[in-house]
């Protein structure tokens, strides 16, 4: 059992399901803070511990696969229930158990404000999210993974909403579940389209036919277009991406979780799962839709003051990425790249959270200098930018090349060119983040920030500490934050280095499934590096050096950087197009009700009450009109039983 | 004479008694009506005795001659009864049965 990679992979899924029965069931114990908070990260690191040992005892090609009957029908399963561990799912699972792991550790510093009834719920959430994800990943059937969906959707409506006090949580939080909600329906629709067709929601069983050409083509256009729908609400892809950078309201640590390991990555992932079902001309919708979120995002990070949003606006971008090469036909790549992803933006939320921490504000304006007051913090911050402007040596290196490249293997040059021109965009906007905040007029924030330190508006929300006190200078966070920035800092290095030195003979994982080889042009790699630097270096010209005015940089663009300020206005749109659609519906709702509804009910009763008045004149209340009543009555009646009853 | 003569007869006298029960005006009227639908009753059960040759049409309106007496009786004492409550004896006044 224990060298079993599905015995393991079992063992690390119920890890953290334990660990929230017992914080969800045991009260007091969950609000004793600490404790509960130590229970939970214990149990994280033993099923990081398993899913370490569950990939490292999965053969290769090997799959193993653990269930249960479940949903009995007339002696027949109608699913089952259990895990699936193979190549894909457990490096997965060892990327979210890791993240879950560290960033619950990293929580238990960054929350130490918190009252500990608040922080047992904090980490009650934690253990439940970890569980939900990794049910998804090791889902061998598209009904648990479902559930486990729904369960990601609720925990990250729980954690993004946890300071449920500040409204903008709140708002941010029911955004955020409706949004992916929306997306979800179409999931559950093609699932059960699916299984009509199919009569099975297993995905081994799919994928056997599939290969023996078993599905019918008929429908499946629509039934992947649903799944894909799912994707699309989860992966925060155009047009439902803007729940994402308002769920920067919950805790950074969140953030760093759902944009890194669980939530967001669970749309890509299911695309990986489920992509040998996809037709051609839906993977070129998803192909295109990827391409130009990435690209939308990534403009709309260029213009952001906020260093989470910059961060948010990155992870939507990048999850573009991986869509576009999902959608180009290489899903590998895709899921390449959301391992690498998850490494180095997890290290970008938590450092962002370690400045954030430090500075007590969002606002790029007022950091500036950090450098030098928080070496280690800007070291791995600065190793996070790298390996996500795709630098050779760090992590997002080969695995964004890798998508490049899948692309134009994949025959989609539109998709190809918006994504070299966001590779170009993400180095320019994460550098300026670097430049801003970390270097730049040094101290020059901090001292703005002072004089903002009455204005609520742009303050993390921290009740113990009194506005009007000094705040001590930033410095780096103590060790319980510092360790996992450094070994998620070490991870992307070294997945970075040993890519780029190992190179394209890698057999990693995902990269060794049949047919997810591609030979990419020669010139491939320099363009995309060349266009990395560019942004690079145009980022620092404009706020380092300052010798290109970002005035007259923002000019230039007027138009484009108007409408990225306002969100392309999408959020308008769709709160125009709530806010209308909602008054047109209550009004009609409102005339059915007080004219249809009302109106019949009125009409009945003063149809009851003039038929009553007229009825009453016959009552005339002497004894002798009722005689002669009885008498016509009592001779009809004769009539009628001569003359109609023989 | 056949018993369709006598049938025809307290027909007759029936609807007398109904007329006039539903169209006088006097109370004392109406129980005058009364008695005459009740006499016709009465005609029909001895024709119908006499005709099957039994005795139980005979006896039945013996007792419906009894019983129509105290009816009378009780009548006339509800007639003056109302008249010393309602200072009336006319029916379309009496109409307090009236929802």
Request: glycine content about 10%; overall charge neutral.
């Amino acid at each position: 059992m224990m060298s079993d990679p599905g015995g393991l992979a079992l063992i690390a899924l119920l890890l953290p399901a334990v660990s929230f029965l017992i914080l969800a069931i045991v009260a007091p114990f969950r609000r004793s803070g600490r404790p509960a908070a130590f229970t939970s990260i214990i149990f994280a690191a033993g099923s990081l511990a398993a899913a370490i040992g569950a990939w490292r005892g999965h053969a290769e090609g090997q799959v193993t696969r653990l269930a249960w009957e479940w949903l009995p029908s007339n002696g027949v399963s109608i699913a089952s229930v259990g895990v699936l561990a193979d190549g894909d799912s457990t490096l997965m699972l060892i990327l979210v158990a890791l993240v879950a792991f560290l960033v619950q550790l990293y929580s238990l510093e960054y929350l130490h404000d918190e009252p500990p009834a608040a922080l047992g719920r904090y980490y009650a959430y934690h253990s439940l999210f970890a569980f939900s994800m990794m049910g998804v990943v090791l889902a061998p059937n598209l009904l648990q993974l479902f559930i486990n969906w729904e369960l990601v959707g609720l925990c990250s409506f729980l954690l993004i909403g946890f300071w449920y006090q500040k409204p903008e949580a709140a708002r941010a939080a029911v955004k955020a579940f409706w949004t992916t909600k929306a997306g979800d329906v179409g999931l559950l629709i093609g699932i059960v389209m699916l299984w009509r067709v199919t009569g099975t929601f297993d995905l081994g069983e799919l994928k056997t036919m599939v290969t023996s050409g078993a599905v019918p083509i008929e429908g499946l256009s629509l039934i992947t277009f649903c799944i894909y729908l799912g994707a699309v609400g989860k992966s925060a892809q155009f047009p439902l991406h803007t729940w994402l950078p308002d769920a920067m309201e919950g805790p950074t640590p969140v953030s760093a979780l759902i944009h890194a390991a669980t939530m967001v990555t669970a749309g890509v992932y299911l695309l990986h799962r489920t992509v040998f079902l996809f037709p051609p001309d839906v993977l070129m919708v998803v192909a295109w839709i990827g391409a130009f979120t990435a690209l939308l995002a990534a403009v709309l990070a260029c213009v952001q003051d906020d260093i989470k949003r910059v961060l948010a606006y990155s992870t939507v971008s990048q999850l573009g990425y991986m869509m576009a090469a999902i959608g180009a036909g290489f899903s590998a790549a895709g899921f390449f790249h959301l391992l690498t992803h998850g490494l180095f933006k997890a290290l970008l939320f938590l450092g962002a959270g370690a400045v954030i921490h430090a500075v007590h504000s969002n606002d790029l304006s007022h950091m500036g200098g950090l450098a030098k007051k928080m070496p280690q913090t800007a070291l791995v911050f600065v190793i996070g930018t790298l390996s996500l402007a795709g630098i050779p040596l760090f992590g997002g290196f080969l695995s964004k090349e890798e998508i490049l490249g899948a692309t134009l293997a994949g025959h989609q040059t539109g998709p190809f060119v918006l994504l070299i021109v966001v590779a170009f965009l993400t180095a320019f906007y994460m550098f300026r983040v670097v430049f801003l905040a970390f270097f730049g007029d040094q101290g020059s924030g901090i001292r703005d920030q002072r004089t903002h330190a009455l204005d609520p508006g742009s303050r993390i929300p921290d009740p113990h500490r009194d506005p009007r006190s000094p705040i001590p200078d930033p410095h780096d966070p103590p060790a319980a934050m510092m360790l996992p920035l450094w070994v998620l800092a070490a991870l992307s290095l070294a997945v970075g280095v040993y890519s780029t030195v190992v190179g394209r003979v890698l057999q990693f994982g995902p990269a060794a499934e049949a047919g997810a080889e591609h030979v990419a042009p020669a010139w491939l790699t320099p363009a995309a590096v060349g266009v990395a630097i560019a942004g690079i270096a145009l980022a620092w010209l404009v706020y380092q050096r300052r010798t290109i005015d970002a005035g007259k940089l923002a000019a230039a663009f007027g138009p484009i950087r108007t409408a990225a300020l306002h969100k392309f206005w999408i959020d308008d749109i769709y709160e125009g197009i709530l806010a209308f659609a909602l008054l047109a519906f209550s009004r009609i709702v409102g005339w059915l009700d007080r004219y249809l509804v009302d109106g019949v009910l009125n009409v009945v009763s003063a149809w009851t009450v003039s038929t009553g008045d007229l009825l009453r004149t016959v009552q005339t209340g002497r004894a002798q009109d009722y005689v002669y009543g009885v008498a016509v009555g009592l001779l009809i009646l004769l009539l009628w039983i001569r003359w109609a009853l023989t | 004479m056949g018993l369709q003569a006598y049938l025809i007869l307290a027909a007759t006298v029936f609807c007398i008694g109904l007329f006039g029960v539903v169209t006088r005006r006097n109370t004392i009227g109406i129980l005058l009506g009364i008695e005459l639908m009740l006499n016709a009753v009465n005609i029909n059960l001895v024709a119908f005795s006499h005709f099957n040759a039994t005795a139980t049409g005979m006896i039945f309106t013996l007792f419906t001659i009894c019983i129509t007496v105290s009816e009378a009786a009780i009548g006339l004492a509800l007639v003056i009864l109302l008249f010393r409550v309602r200072r009336t004896v006319m029916a379309d006044h009496l109409d307090i049965l009236k929802g």
